[in-house]
């Protein structure tokens, strides 16, 4: 479970129209990769979709349940940031299994879960470290097992990968991949990286000033771009 449809969604900051009318469907586990140019609203859409922003109009449905008024804790999404957003005092195992716990979870449950993703994510020697003794990529590892413990129908990734080396990015690029296969979750996931967006996705929303110029598999959009903007974006030769 974890469909999500997106109808007519606006937001102004001020004056400012950020998102001008988002009609959007994604289906329970597809990986749908949003790519546009920096300022375009992607991380807006993604704060919208899981409550941490307000929009200014429409509606966002969750397994066909309205979630446009329901608090960001209660919408069954986890995000995961660029900037990982980890508590430097905390533990690994802590910071993984902080949500669970405020969430009233038995200690039992919260240890099994936290046991369950470091064991994915190969994180199981790090559990008694705190953050700034862990590499950038390790990091963001243990930022994605936060996630994965809370059991979302929905991961909201934001450029996950940007702040990674290559060689990293790619390795956890593929780990990405292997979770989306082994978790069946939804996945939405921003970025910048045309080879990320092409490997990754089922689906890739391009979005180009707070609207969408076109929706479709890497391969359609590859070889039938709507118009040169998505054409430029993607890369097809035209
Ligand atoms: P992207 O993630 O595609 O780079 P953002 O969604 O971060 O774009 O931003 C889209 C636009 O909205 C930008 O012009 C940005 O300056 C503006 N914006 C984002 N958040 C706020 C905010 N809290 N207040 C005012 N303007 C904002
Ligand atoms: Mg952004």
Avoid: W
């Avoid at 413990?149 to 702040?163: A, G, I, W």
């Amino acid at each position: 479970m974890g469909s999500l449809h997106l109808k007519s969604i606006r937001k102004a900051f001020g004056t400012h129209e950020v998102l001008k009318g988002i009609d959007l469907e994604v289906k329970d586990g597809e990986f749908v990769i949003f790519v546009g140019p920096s300022g375009c609203g992607k991380s807006t859409l993604l704060r919208v979709i899981a409550g941490l922003e307000d929009a200014s109009s429409g509606s966002v449905q969750i397994d066909g349940e309205e979630m446009i008024s329901t608090p960001p804790a209660k919408r069954g999404i986890a995000m995961v940031f660029q900037s990982y957003a980890l508590y430097p005092h905390l533990t690994v195992k802590d910071n993984m299994g902080l949500g669970l716990k405020q969430m009233g979870a038995p200690k039992a449950e919260v240890e099994a879960k936290v046991g369950k993703a470091s064991a994915m994510l190969s994180l199981e020697p790090y559990l008694a470290r705190r953050p700034a003794e862990l590499s950038g990529g390790q990091r963001q590892r243990v930022a994605i097992g936060r996630a994965i413990v809370r059991e979302p129908k929905l991961f909201l990734f934001d450029e996950p990968l940007s702040n990674l080396d290559a060689a990293l990015r790619v390795n956890t690029r593929l780990e990405i991949a292997r979770l989306h296969r082994s978790l069946k979750a939804t996945m939405i996931y921003v970025t910048h990286d045309q080879v990320e967006a092409m490997t990754l996705a089922d689906k890739i929303v391009v979005l180009n000033a707070g609207q969408i110029e076109q929706i479709g598999s890497p391969m359609e959009l590859y070889n039938r771009p709507a118009n040169t903007f998505v054409a430029g974006f993607i890369g097809s030769p035209q």
